[in-house]
């Protein structure tokens, strides 16, 4: 499932520029995350990086974006092909 960063967000740039599917921009007054871009790090690491290194522990799985390890290997599919 995508992850979903809560208002506790101290907006201290340090997940940003870790995401590798670019999921991750500033929203109104915290960051947010692009459900349709973040596959939970699924194709490129094992656990969420940015979940690593937020220092307040504020990203959390989305409860309106649940999605099986299988969809997750299809959105990172999805989102490394050349037109996609
Ligand atoms: S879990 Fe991975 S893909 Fe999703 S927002 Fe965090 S760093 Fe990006
Ligand atoms: S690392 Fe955590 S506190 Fe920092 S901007 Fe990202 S979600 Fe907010």
Same mark, same amino acid.
């Given at each position: 499932m995508a992850l979903l960063i809560n208002d506790k967000c101290i907006n201290c740039d340090m997940c940003? +520029?870790? /995401?590798?599917n670019?999921?991750?921009y500033m929203g109104d007054?915290?960051?947010q995350?692009?459900?349709d871009k973040?596959?939970?790090c699924v194709g490129h690491?094992?656990? +969420?990086? /940015?979940?690593?290194v937020c220092p307040?522990?504020?990203i959390k799985p989305d409860p309106?974006?649940?999605?099986?390890?299988?969809?997750?290997a299809e959105k990172y599919l999805r989102l490394t092909e050349p037109n996609g």
């Open positions: 940003d +520029p870790e /995401c590798p670019q999921a991750i007054k915290i960051y995350i692009d459900p973040c596959t939970e690491y094992d656990t +969420p990086t /940015c979940v690593s307040i522990d504020c309106n974006h649940k999605e099986t390890l299988d969809q997750l």
